[in-house]
Structures are given as structure tokens and as C-alpha cells.
């Protein structure tokens, strides 16, 4: 509270009574007149110094032990990304080493290969493994905060990595599949007279997702011999349908151009009874 203001004015001193609270209170007032109040406290009172220092450690110490932190996370999803995707590109090698050496064995067979794919199913690993890290960092975050200063802390972090290895084994061993599928093609074999494409997964219900079963389609080809094929769809964009006996599936490429091969390899071996073409 300002009570009255004592001036000098015109070789006078004078009083004017104010009456006034000044927001800030007392250190915003001191300030506004040109008094310092921490300045000579933080300066010249060792109680004050040593409460400077202590803060000024004490923040510098919070960051590095961010900055470390941080670091630990980086490395440790450089470290475990880089031991999941050998073994990834490994499996996925082996199951196409696996489907050529079955499918692609004579001389009487045209193979439309679209590397596309393999990059749009390897894409969808790293994503898929991105997402799987940072939920499993998240959970061990929480069950290690849970269990703070408790004997069982310390093996909180080793028992959740193992639950990870175990739990994602079995999907990226088939989404391994399923980039070794998709770099293998679709295949026309003329010796069997059959088409051979990576399974289309769009007949799995919303029970079949919601409990994974998909995955056990992943890597997995569909088998349909050329006489069943009646008309086919070519959608827009890269799609293209066919249809027959066995229903309807759906061959995905990366781009209109491996679309139009496969459809033109077709149009060489089968005699259409019906199409739709709404592509371009």
C-alpha cells in the first residue's frame, strides 16, 4: 500500500497523500523505484549464494539427466530396430527363396514382378515395429514408475523386453512372409494353366481382425486355375478383380503400369466372357 508520496518541488518539499495498492506488492514496488532486492541478497548473503548455486546445479544436473535419458531411448531403439530387421529381411528372403523354388520351376511361366510391393510390405513392418517399440516403452514406463523402490524395480525392464520377443515373434515372422510373398509377384503358370498371386485377405470378417486370425493369411498365395477366371474389373488406380467360380479376389500392384502387364498377360490367355473397365 502507497500511503503518500514526499517530493521536492520549486525549492519546496511537499506531501501528497495517495492512499494506493500497487500490484506486484512489496518487490514489484522496489523495482518500479529502482531498488534491486535480490541482486545484493543472491550477491553478497552466503545464505543466498549457496541457495543460488544449489538451484542453478540442481538445474543443469535435470538436464543432463534428460539429455541422457533421451540419448538411452535413442540407442536402445537404434539397438533393438537394427536386431529385429536382419532377422526380418532374413525370414523374408527365405519364404520367397521358399515360393519360387515351389512356383517358378520351369520355363512355361511368366512372372510380373512389382518391387512396389515389397516396399510398401516392408514400410508397413517398420511402422508396425515402430509402434510395437514405442507401446512397449510406454507400458515399462508405467509398470517401472508402479513398482518404484520396491525389490521387484529392478526386473520390471528385462521381464517386459522378454514379454515383447515373445509377443511379436509370430507377427513380424508373417509380415516377413509377406514381403517375400509380394516381391515374388503374381505368377502365370502356363504348364498348370493356373494364376498365382499373394492372397487377398478382404473375405476376413471383423472377428477374424479383431482376433489377428489375419495374420495367418499373411504370406500366404492364392492358387486359381485359368478356366475358372470369367470376366475381370480393372478398377482406378492399381487395382484389378477378377472374377469366376471361386468368387472374386483382388490382385494390388503398385502402379497403373504393373496392373496393365498383368491384365494384358490375361487378356493372352483367356477368353473373357464379361469385363469392366473403370480404369485408366
Known amino acids: 500500500m502507497v500511503f503518500g508520496e514526499l517530493y521536492h518541488h520549486n525549492d519546496e518539499w511537499k506531501f501528497k497523500a495517495v492512499g494506493q495498492g500497487f500490484a506486484g506488492g512489496l518487490s514489484a514496488l522496489a523495482t518500479q523505484h529502482g531498488v534491486n532486492i535480490y541482486?545484493?541478497?543472491?550477491?553478497?548473503?552466503?545464505?543466498?549464494?549457496?541457495?543460488?548455486?544449489?538451484?542453478?546445479?540442481?538445474?543443469?544436473?535435470?538436464?543432463?539427466?534428460?539429455?541422457?535419458?533421451?540419448?538411452?531411448?535413442?540407442?536402445?531403439?537404434?539397438?533393438?530396430?537394427?536386431?529385429?530387421?536382419?532377422?526380418?529381411?532374413?525370414?523374408?528372403?527365405?519364404?520367397?527363396?521358399?515360393?519360387?523354388?515351389?512356383?517358378?520351376?520351369?520355363?512355361?511361366?511368366?512372372?510380373?514382378?512389382?518391387?512396389?510391393?515389397?516396399?510398401?510390405?516392408?514400410?508397413?513392418?517398420?511402422?508396425?515395429?515402430?509402434?510395437?517399440?514405442?507401446?512397449?516403452?510406454?507400458?515399462?514406463?508405467?509398470?517401472?514408475?508402479?513398482?518404484?523402490?520396491?525389490?521387484?524395480?529392478?526386473?520390471?525392464f528385462p521381464i517386459m523386453l522378454v514379454i515383447y520377443v515373445l509377443v511379436m515373434v509370430y507377427p513380424l515372422k508373417k509380415l516377413a512372409d509377406a514381403a517375400g510373398t509380394a516381391y515374388l509377384g503374381v505368377i502365370l503358370d502356363d504348364s498348370s494353366q493356373t494364376l498365382i498371386f499373394p492372397a487377398d485377405l478382404a473375405n476376413c470378417s471383423a472377428s477374424d481382425i479383431v482376433k489377428l486370425r489375419f495374420l495367418e493369411g499373411l504370406g500366404s498365395v492364392d492358387m486359381i486355375p485359368l478356366t475358372q477366371i470369367s470376366s475381370f474389373t480393372r478398377e482406378k488406380g492399381r487395382l484389378l478383380h477378377i472374377q469366376g467360380d471361386f468368387g472374386s479376389r483382388a490382385l494390388i500392384f503398385s502402379n497403373k503400369q504393373k496392373r496393365d502387364e498383368c491384365l494384358s498377360a490375361l487378356q493372352r490367355r483367356i477368353k473373357f466372357r464379361g469385363s469392366r473397365d473403370l480404369g485408366y
Do not use: C, E
Request: charged letters at 15%.
Open 39 to 156: 541482486t545484493p541478497f543472491l550477491l553478497y548473503s552466503p545464505v543466498g549464494y549457496a541457495s543460488g548455486l544449489f538451484i542453478i546445479k540442481n538445474i543443469m544436473s535435470t538436464n543432463m539427466a534428460t539429455k541422457k535419458n533421451d540419448a538411452d531411448m535413442k540407442f536402445f531403439f537404434s539397438v533393438v530396430a537394427f536386431l529385429i530387421f536382419i532377422p526380418f529381411m532374413a525370414f523374408a528372403y527365405l519364404h520367397y527363396r521358399n515360393l519360387k523354388s515351389r512356383y517358378v520351376t520351369n520355363k512355361n511361366v511368366q512372372r510380373i514382378v512389382d518391387i512396389g510391393r515389397l516396399y510398401a510390405a516392408v514400410g508397413t513392418a517398420i511402422a508396425a515395429l515402430a509402434i510395437s517399440l514405442g507401446m512397449f516403452w510406454f507400458i515399462s514406463a508405467m509398470f517401472t514408475k508402479s513398482t518404484a523402490g520396491t525389490s521387484f524395480s529392478d526386473f520390471v
